[in-house]
């Protein structure tokens, strides 16, 4: 399946908004990681997609779907791992250490292609990244949809391998300004994350879902009275909850499509954060998220056995089509060849 050009629109727009907040974080906002963190996480990334995918399509006999088309497409298709780097390297804190960033960004590329699930085909099969602008022409396409956000899996995965890994802390990204700039930037970073998801193309209704169902589940730790209210409210005024929201969270190739699937998707996210807030667990942001992919990922596949699609045997092998008859009386006319008065004809 190709993607439409407003899924490739919101990816460039998001690669230039995660690009423009990287340099400005780590000039003037004050960026606790390394400076070759963004630099080693977006190589690794173009580096791990490139023999991920290279090794993928020479395992199905396809061809790679990077090659085939014009430099733009290939950009495009490149985008994504490009994105997933400098993301991991912003939200991860190793120190003076490179090494888990890279960790995370392998982690997160590498998943995008071994968890993948095979949707019915009823809503028709789509190539992994499709949303990312894989476009045709670029190549074969992949088997199989991807669903766990990468992000999200490399950011949680490296701190419970690695305990002196953390999450970075919410005041790195406004340490070196103060006064009314610790409100700019929260609110400069949302409002391009909210234009990069604008257009077809974009996740827009998932963000909304995901910041109603926020306030709710505040609202709702808060009613018994263990938890203030405004405590529990207090993570989104930050730069950290802004990038989840715009930019982790609604990945364009492990999200859904469909709008009111899109407002499950982040309700549903920001309930398993109340869960997870609730008993006081450490990554509660990445975590959620994880969580949701993986009960998407394992619903896909339930529906995909459970839902056959409209031209599909029991054995799963296609019905044969309609054909031309052959017949010289009607020779304009559609049969079936498994029709009776095909075999009569005949």
């Keep these: 399946m190709t993607a439409t050009p407003g899924h490739a629109t919101a990816l460039r727009r998001l690669a230039a908004t995660v690009t423009g907040t990287t340099v400005l974080?780590?000039?003037?906002?004050?960026?606790?990681?390394?400076?070759?963190?963004?630099?080693?996480?977006?190589?690794?990334?173009?580096?791990?997609?490139?023999?991920?995918?290279?090794?993928?399509?020479?395992?199905?006999?396809?061809?790679?779907?990077?090659?085939?088309?014009?430099?733009?497409?290939?950009?495009?298709?490149?985008?994504?791992?490009y994105v997933d780097g400098l993301l991991c390297a912003m939200l991860l804190y190793g120190q003076a250490h490179l090494t888990p960033v890279a960790l995370a960004v392998l982690i997160g590329v590498g998943g995008r292609y071994a968890l993948r699930v095979r949707p019915s085909a009823r809503t028709g099969p789509r190539a992994p990244r499709a949303s990312h602008g894989s476009r045709s022409g670029t190549?074969?396409?992949?088997?199989?949809?991807?669903?766990?956000?990468?992000?999200?899996?490399?950011?949680?995965?490296?701190?419970?391998?690695?305990?002196w890994v953390g999450v970075v802390p919410p005041h790195q990204f406004t340490a070196w300004v103060s006064g009314p700039f610790d409100v700019i930037v929260p609110l400069a970073v949302l409002a391009l994350g909210l234009r990069a998801h604008a257009g077809p193309g974009g996740r827009l209704p998932l963000i909304l879902g995901w910041a109603g169902g926020f306030v709710l589940q505040g609202l709702v730790r808060g009613a018994p009275g263990d938890v203030p209210t405004i405590g529990a409210l207090l993570p989104m005024t930050g730069v950290l909850f802004v990038l989840?929201?715009?930019f982790v969270l609604p990945d364009l190739g492990t999200t859904p499509l469909a709008p009111r699937h899109q407002v499950v998707f982040?309700?549903?996210?920001?309930?398993?954060?109340?869960?997870?807030?609730?008993?006081?667990?450490?990554?509660?942001?990445?975590?959620?998220?994880?969580?949701?992919?993986?009960?998407?990922?394992?619903?896909?596949?339930?529906?995909?056995?459970?839902?056959?699609?409209?031209?599909?045997?029991?054995?799963?092998?296609?019905?044969?089509?309609?054909?031309?008859?052959?017949?010289?009386r009607d020779p304009s006319c559609l049969t079936s060849r498994n029709a009776p008065e095909a075999r009569t004809r005949r």
């Design 25 to 81: 974080g780590h000039c003037l906002l004050g960026f606790e990681q390394p400076f070759l963190a963004p630099f080693v996480g977006a190589l690794t990334g173009v580096t791990a997609e490139l023999a991920l995918e290279t090794a993928d399509a020479w395992a199905v006999g396809r061809p790679p779907r990077y090659l085939g088309g014009r430099l733009g497409r290939t950009v495009d298709f490149l985008l994504p791992s």
């Design 139 to 163: 190549g074969g396409d992949a088997p199989g949809v991807p669903y766990m956000n990468p992000v999200a899996l490399g950011v949680a995965v490296v701190p419970l391998l690695f305990p």
């Design 266 to 328: 982040g309700l549903t996210a920001a309930a398993v954060y109340g869960l997870l807030a609730g008993s006081h667990a450490d990554f509660a942001l990445p975590l959620c998220v994880v969580v949701v992919c993986a009960c998407r990922g394992a619903l896909l596949a339930v529906r995909g056995r459970l839902r056959p699609g409209d031209r599909t045997g029991r054995a799963g092998q296609p019905m044969p089509g309609p054909t031309r008859s052959r017949t010289r």
């Design 244 to 246: 989840y929201t715009c």
